[in-house]
């Protein structure tokens, strides 16, 4: 059975930090390109940054280049998404999904697996 779960999320002031896990099984992590989303209140779920299961490239939107850094750790099973200097507007609830291809630059590409989310909040 295939799971994606998603954690490290909470309630930070403008300026932290985070670190959000997106821990999978059912399946081998190095054979999956895996993104990272999120969905603010009242927004439709955007991508935020990807890495590639075929070269370890990565993707970040614009609003978030400089300031996330995603990472995986296929023994682990995990893949990491570092968040500094934080924004108000980084609020939202950040998924993690499995991409049906092996490089992120594929942005059409479908989605397999969602996982459930992890709730950020930055706010002073």
């Known amino acids: 059975q295939v799971q994606l779960v998603e954690s490290g999320g909470g309630l930070v002031q403008p300026g932290g930090s985070l670190r959000l896990s997106c821990i999978v099984s059912?399946?081998?992590?190095?054979?999956?390109?895996i993104g990272w989303f999120r969905q603010a209140p009242g927004k439709e779920r955007e991508g935020v940054s990807c890495i590639s299961s075929s070269d370890g490239s990565t993707y970040y939107a614009d609003s978030v280049k400089g300031r996330f850094t995603i990472s995986r750790d296929n023994a682990k099973n995990t893949v990491y998404l570092q968040l500094v200097s934080l924004k108000p507007e980084d609020t939202g609830i950040y998924y993690c999904a499995t991409k049906e291809t092996d490089l992120c630059s594929d942005y059409n590409a479908p989605i397999g697996y969602w996982g459930r989310g992890t709730q950020v909040t930055v706010s002073s």
């Open positions: 059912g399946f081998t992590l190095d054979d999956y390109t």
